[in-house]
């Protein structure tokens, strides 16, 4: 199969899908972000892995070509203008009956723990605040996923949804959680959220790990996946 995969990042589903089409396969790779293409293409010649390519090109403008068997993305049309629009650009790149297959987060969902984690109350209020000063996401992408599939001219989509969610000492969500909030805070800090200064992304896992407990539970937001195909 040959996969098209916009808002590559740093190449993680790329790369993967790559070891699932096989060496007959292959996969391009469609990120924005210079910088990010950059990493992902170094990732891939480490890793060994020679059907994936990366290119910078912005998806409502790039002639990326057609006749792909599989258009994907992942937390991706979250921070696209207009999702409906970019849907039904990308589905001509498709052969007919094409697979078209996305995942995005509902990023309004609060993050919740019991007992209840004064930390992770903290990242919470920080998260909402954030929230109400407008970043410029989709926070609701996940839930809208199926009106975009079928605005977009696309077949009943199958929707699915998964939860982060789990606890105990080994348990590797406190660590996603501890990466995430260091991801975040940068922006939090450029919009001058209040109190964003006081939350320390170092050791944050061990801290939700030492107030959770090893019988306490932590949730994040869903991730809701939707797959289609284009007409036949």
């Known amino acids: 199969m040959r996969v098209l995969d916009i808002g590559s990042g740093s190449g993680d589903v790329a ?18 972000d210079d910088a990010s293409v950059q990493i992902a293409r170094d990732r891939a010649a480490a890793a060994g892995i020679s059907n994936v390519k990366f290119v910078t090109a912005d998806v409502m403008t790039a002639d990326l070509g057609s006749g792909f068997d599989a258009l994907i993305g992942r937390l991706v049309l979250m921070h696209v203008a207009d999702p409906v629009k970019a849907l039904r650009r990308l589905a001509v790149s498709l052969r007919p009956g094409g697979l078209v297959a996305f995942q995005e ?40 996923l199926r009106s975009a599939f079928v605005r977009a001219g696309l077949a009943e989509p199958e929707i699915t949804a998964d939860l982060v969610v789990g ?18 805070r940068p922006g939090w800090l450029r919009l001058g959220v209040d109190g964003a200064d006081e939350i320390e992304p170092d050791g944050l896992a061990d801290r939700l790990r030492a107030e959770i407990g090893r019988d306490g539970l932590l949730a994040m937001y869903p991730l809701i996946n939707a797959s289609s195909h284009t007409p036949s």
Do not use: C, K
Not at 15 to 32: D, H, K, N, Y
Not at 112 to 139: C, I, K
């Open 15 to 32: 790369m993967r899908v790559a070891g699932l089409v096989g060496p007959a396969g292959s996969v391009l790779g469609v990120e924005i």
């Open 105 to 144: 987060a509902h990023l309004e969902a609060a993050w919740l723990s019991f007992p209840t984690s004064p930390t992770l109350q903290h990242v919470q209020r920080l998260r909402d605040l954030a929230l109400q000063q407008g970043q410029p996401v989709y926070f609701q992408m996940g839930l809208a």
């Open 167 to 184: 606890g105990g000492p080994d348990w590797a969500g406190f660590e996603l959680v501890e990466t995430t909030v260091r991801s975040l």
